[in-house]
């Protein structure tokens, strides 16, 4: 849960690995995310309901953002949501 992380000093990083199990991470709406996703059965899902499948996604707010995190997400059995 990082819905209460007010600021982000440079740009964080979020590794998550995964062989059973699903993952939930709470973002607050001010820090701007880009994710790598890569999951065998499952899938990654954006808050703005956008799925991840080996391939890079950016928030919407990504670029004007004051901080910012990159998530690598490698998940085997299992589902990965993102809220904010």
């Not at 709406?29 to 996703?37: D, L, S, T």
């Not at 953002?65 to 990965?80: E, H, K, M, P, T």
């Amino acid at each position: 849960d990082l819905g209460a992380v007010e600021r982000i000093t440079g740009n964080g990083r979020l590794e998550l690995q995964s062989v059973f199990g699903d993952i939930l991470i709470r973002l607050p709406a001010n820090i701007g995310y880009e994710i790598n996703g890569s999951s065998i059965f499952g899938s990654t899902t954006t808050p703005e309901g956008t799925r991840v499948h080996g391939r890079y996604y950016r928030s919407a707010n990504y670029d004007t953002a004051g901080s910012r995190l990159y998530i690598n997400v490698s998940q085997v059995f299992g589902d990965v949501e993102i809220v904010r």
